[in-house]
Every structure is written in C-alpha cells, then in structure tokens.
C-alpha cells in the first residue's frame, strides 16, 4: 500500500465522525467592492458569535486575477503602470474605507510589503519558456495573498483570533504551472496537521494558490478557489463545504443569460459535475471529488441574500420531478468533424490520448456515429489545437480518415437530465423548435452521462437557449405544478 492510500483509507475513517467544521469559500465576486466585502465580514461574524467553527477560504477581488494574467504576459517595456497601479487603487481603497487612521497603518504596510513583492516578480524578463511560465504563475497568485491579508485584517479588528494562511505552504502540487494537479497525500496532510495545531483559530486561506515540493508558485486553473475550499474539507473532514458566490445557487441555467433560470434546491455531486463540466461557472469542475470521495456536502449560497436556502450538493439523487435538469453552455467552442472507416478505434484512441485536463488542447465532447466522428474542443489558439488533433489522428490511423471539417466559434449548448427523456428530447427540439434549421449545425448525445450537447453560431445562442429553457423546463414546471 502507498503512503498515499494509507492516508486516504485513515481520512475515510475519520470522515464518518466529522469534525463539526465548515469551510467558506468568497468568491470574487463577493469581493468585488466595499458593499460585498462588508456582506462577507457579517456572515462571518455571525457565524463565530454563533459559536460555529469554520475555515474561511477567499479568492481575489473580482477582474483582479485577470488583470495580474495581463501584467504577466506583457513584456517590461510594455507593461500597463495604469493596470498595476488600479490593482493598487482597489485594495487601497478598501483599507482606507474598512480601518480608521490609527488602524492604517499596519494593514497598509502589509499589504505594501506584498505590492513590492509584486513589483520585483514584474521585473524579471524572463526569456526560458519554463522560467516564464513559473513566474506568470507567481505573479497571478498575487490577487489572492492581497486578499486573504485584508479579510484577516478585517476580522482581528474584530477581535476575532485569526490566522492569516498562504496555502502555498500547505498545498503542494506538480510542476504544471496554470493547471497544477495537487499532490494528495502530502497537502492533505499537511492541511491536517495545521488545522489541529490551530483549532483555536478561525484560519482565512488563500484559494487558488499552491506550491511545488521545490517551493515554486503553482495555481489551480481558473475559478480554482473552490477546488482549494473543497480539498481543505476533505482532508480536515469538514462538516460541509459552502460556496458563497453571487446567484441565488446552481440554477437550471446562467441566469446572466437565461432571466427565467430557476435555483435548484438540491442535487448529486454526478449532476452537478456535469453542469460545471458543461459550462455552469458557479462551480470549478474538479471541486466535486474530493466532496464526494469523502462524502461531505456542498452548498452553493448568494452572499447577497444570505437567508435563502441555496443549492446542496450531495450523495442523493436530485429531488425532481422535471425530467429535464438544466442547459448549460460554453461559448467559443470548435467542432471537427471527420468521415472515418475505424470510426471505433479513432474513438477509444481519442479520450486516452487528449482529455487529460492538464494538456494544452482539452476536448469537452467526441461522440462516433455511423463512421462520423465529432470532437468540440475549447481552447485558447484553436485551429492550432484542431490541427495538431488531426495531424495525430492521421499519423495514428494513417490512410483511414477521408474528411477533416472545422467549424470555428461556435456555442456548446448542454442539456443535462434523465436518460430516457434526453432521448425524447432529441425529436421534441427538431419537431417544435421554430430555429432549429437554421441554428442547430450539430449534436452530441452522451450516453454515459446522459446529456445532449447542441452546436450553434454564437448569434443564436442566446434566443436557442432561452427557447430551450421555456420549452423543457419553465413550461414542464408549470404542468407539474
Ligand atoms: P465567484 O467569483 O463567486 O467564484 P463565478 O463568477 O466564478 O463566481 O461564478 C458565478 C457565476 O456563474 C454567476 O454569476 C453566473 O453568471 C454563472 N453561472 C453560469 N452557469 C450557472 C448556473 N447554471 N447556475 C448558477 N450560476 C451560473
Ligand atoms: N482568482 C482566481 C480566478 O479568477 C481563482 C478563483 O476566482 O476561484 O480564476
Ligand atoms: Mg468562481
């Protein structure tokens, strides 16, 4: 047995007495100004004159990790002294709200300490690929020190007995800078080991930030914050795991984009995986396992209307009587489509050889049919992406693919729900949908995980969606109302 196994068998029994202990992940956009962050600090409040205990993750202030990914990838010379010195602007200016003069003083030098940090790593013109690549990485952990640094300050200035935690010391990862995969057993047991010695404690950690074993800034992807708050329930064996974000939950689609969506009130990890997976941003996919593995529920709640229930994500199967659960989208996405005479190989060959999350080109779906193979694919240089795929297949299957065709810019649009009535669902949308000659261009249907995937020009996303919405889940809960 591996130490990792050990481990993980020994949390697992833990993990039948749970430790009474929440961990609560603000997102950025519950930091995005000084209203929200004083809506954070009152949920926080109430909870420790509560008496509950609980460990309190943060991530950036909102645009300020887009930012930082801006002043890494230009070179010095042509640097934006006006985005470094908004990045300034905005903590600053929360400090001097939040702390009267005489408190100033210490918060400001903190964080100044960090911002010259911040300026020296901006310095380096780095020319290795590798060199770059790790000091992006430093660089766009910034948004999260900045911020954990100011909550902490915010809650000892509520005389809260409070500890400041850069997860970079606990959470150790490979060297796959942007995407780092977490090394298990070591992060959780050093999560583990902190949190005894520290249960006195309310620790504010930073999401989104880990470290190499040789001590090198890694991150977690995008929207990673809720994947640290969910490994750090994991291996403290937390009573639940809450995602405070800005909708009212998971809904049965973005409600940026659909006014009508619906909050669901509780549903599996399985399902719930799927929505993330397919596009539901509330969620960063790989939050879900470590949750499940450990069975430790999560909810999804609206920092600006605290009383509402939220979403819960659990072991149970989803509690409804709509067959139909949600759509959800991912713009920008590319289908290549080819005409294949071992169709079947091409399609096993496909998962192994490019779905791995820490590659460059990620596949969101592939499905064969009759000798047809389609692949969507999301990435940032497509059509490179969509070459390289080809030229791989063709190197592979030489000679046995007839025809490569490459649809740009499309919007992925996924219905998840029931197997039987994703299937009927398939007919019901070519027979009543008054767009779908026009819009739909192609289809995916997962078997294993019973989703429906639509292509369409991003013109039509919006009006698609939206028909899809009312048609299978505003008009299916009025009839079963
Ligand atoms: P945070 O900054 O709190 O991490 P995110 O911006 O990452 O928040 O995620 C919240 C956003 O996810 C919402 O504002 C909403 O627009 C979007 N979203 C997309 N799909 C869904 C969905 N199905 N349910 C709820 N929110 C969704
Ligand atoms: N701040 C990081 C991001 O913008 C992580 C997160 O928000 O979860 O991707
Ligand atoms: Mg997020």
């Not at 985005?83 to 400090?95: E, G, P, T, W, Y």
């Not at 950690?205 to 992807?221: C, D, K, P, R, Y």
């Not at 291996?235 to 409600?255: C, F, H, N, Y």
Request: hydrophobic share 35%; charged share 20%.
């Amino acid at each position: 047995m591996t130490p990792e196994t050990t481990f993980i068998k020994n949390t697992k029994l833990l993990g039948s007495s749970k430790s009474y202990m929440k961990v609560l992940k603000f997102g950025g956009s519950s930091l995005g100004n000084r209203e929200a962050i004083s809506k954070v600090i009152s949920i926080l409040l109430n909870r420790i004159e509560n008496k509950e205990k609980i460990i309190v993750v943060v991530s950036a202030f909102s645009g300020i990790t887009d930012q930082l990914i801006g002043l890494s990838r230009s070179n010095q010379s042509k640097r934006s002294q006006k985005a470094l010195q908004s990045i300034k602007n905005r903590h600053i200016d929360v400090i001097k709200f939040f702390f009267n003069n005489s408190e100033q003083q210490d918060v400001l030098q903190q964080f100044d300490n960090l911002y010259q940090e911040l300026t020296k790593a901006l310095q380096f013109n780095l020319q290795k690929q590798d060199e770059l690549k790790r000091n992006q990485d430093h660089i766009i952990g910034f948004g999260e020190r900045f911020s954990a640094q100011i909550i902490t300050s915010l809650l000892k200035k509520n005389n809260v007995n409070t500890l400041y935690t850069d997860t970079r010391t606990l959470i150790k990862t490979n060297d796959n800078y942007g995407f780092a995969k977490i090394r298990k057993s070591i992060s959780y047991k050093n999560i583990s080991d902190y949190y005894h010695i520290h249960t006195d404690k309310v620790i504010v950690a930073t999401g989104f930030i880990a470290s190499t074993i040789n001590g090198h800034s890694t991150t977690l992807g995008r929207g990673g914050s809720d994947y640290t708050a969910s490994v750090i329930g994991a291996a403290t064996s937390a009573e639940a795991v809450e995602i405070w974000t800005d909708v009212d939950g998971l809904m049965t689609a973005d409600p940026e984009k659909v006014p009508s969506a619906i909050t669901i009130d509780q549903i599996s990890y399985k399902n719930a995986e799927g929505f993330s997976k397919y596009g539901a941003k509330v969620i960063y996919p790989p939050t879900i396992k470590p949750a499940m593995k450990y069975d430790i529920p999560i909810y999804i709640k609206n920092t600006f209307r605290p009383g509402l229930n939220g979403t819960l994500i659990h072991n149970r199967s989803i509690n409804s009587t709509n067959s139909i659960y949600g759509i959800v989208t991912i713009p920008n996405v590319t289908l290549l489509t080819m005409k294949c005479r071992s169709a079947e190989s091409v399609g096993n060959f496909l998962p192994k050889r490019f779905t791995n999350r820490n590659q460059e080109i990620k596949i969101v779906e592939h499905s064969i049919d009759n000798n047809l193979i389609k692949i969507a694919i999301i990435n940032q240089n497509i059509s490179e992406s969509a070459l390289k795929i080809e030229h791989t297949i063709q190197e592979e299957f030489n000679g046995q693919i007839d025809k490569f065709e490459l649809f740009e810019g499309l919007s992925m649009i996924t219905i998840i729900g029931r197997h039987a009535s994703i299937l009927s669902v398939k007919s019901l949308i070519a027979r009543k949908l008054t767009l779908y000659d026009k819009a739909v261009r192609s289809m995916i249907y997962n078997k294993k995980l019973k989703t429906l995937s639509i292509f369409t020009e991003s013109k039509f996303e919006n009006q698609l969606l939206n028909d899809l919405h009312n048609m299978l889940i505003t008009e299916e809960n009025v009839a079963n109302s």
